[in-house]
């Protein structure tokens, strides 16, 4: 059997997605590494697989696709690298599959930027970045366009949305001090628009591109965690740039164009500006 939609990572993104597709009526495959998850998927309308994408033997049944969405995350529990997972998954992934699919669509990051002036950057700028996550994800890409280049390419902002936020809605109850440049600008795509864009790409059939897919305005870090304290009743923010960084990714600093996703993706967003969006994802 031919499947419209195989979802390899079925997490915040790729769920969504799959729940999406099979809202519209098409059949949808989906990863999990969990036999308890996969009867909650199965539960839910869609047609589970469990496998590993560092268990090369284990991806060999997945079916033939028209599209596979791979939108595989960084679980920081699992005791695998970001190489492992990102890279050597990828590659196993495309092993396993052995060409039984039209279209493949990749989930990326606009970590691979490296710029930390503000600079602007789009589809064309230069990709140095300077830290690992940064690095392992443009070899994902590089390895995706060595072994399958009509793949789609989709560079995500900063996800944001539903059941996105509640680290930093404690954080920001906790009235704990903030790591990092207030000041650097930050870039956001709500969750309600990358799956639209996702759509879109299937809908016209897309081939062989790169979108950076961010919304409409960045924003300074201060003016964001500003926001959010006053949508959520919270004292105002403060900041410490001395203070240590678990993510690591505090000190970039660029401000993404969207013009690309506008002209042959999504004409308008649903939530073009955090002040559209982050209501509706406290609110969810």
Known sequence: MTFDRLVVGCGYVGQRAAEFWRDAGLNVAVTT???ERAQNLEAAGLHPFVCNVLDLPSLRPLP?????????????????????VYVDGLSNLLEGLDGRFDQFIHISSTSVYGQTDGAAVNEEAATIPSRDNGRVVLDAELLLRDRFEDAVILRLAGIYGPDRLLARVLQRKDNQPIPGNPDAWLN?????????????????QLQNELFLVADDEPIRRRDFYTLLASLIGAAEPTFEPSLSDPKGDRGANKRCDNTKLHQLLLPELTFPTVREGLPDAIGS
């Open 33 to 35: 590494r969990s036999p």
């Open 64 to 84: 033939a696709a028209r599209t596979v969405l791979h939108a595989v995350g960084f679980d920081r529990e699992s005791g695998q690298s970001q190489r492992e």
């Open 188 to 204: 956001l795509i709500h969750l309600t628009d990358i799956v639209r864009a996702i759509d879109a790409v299937v809908e016209k």
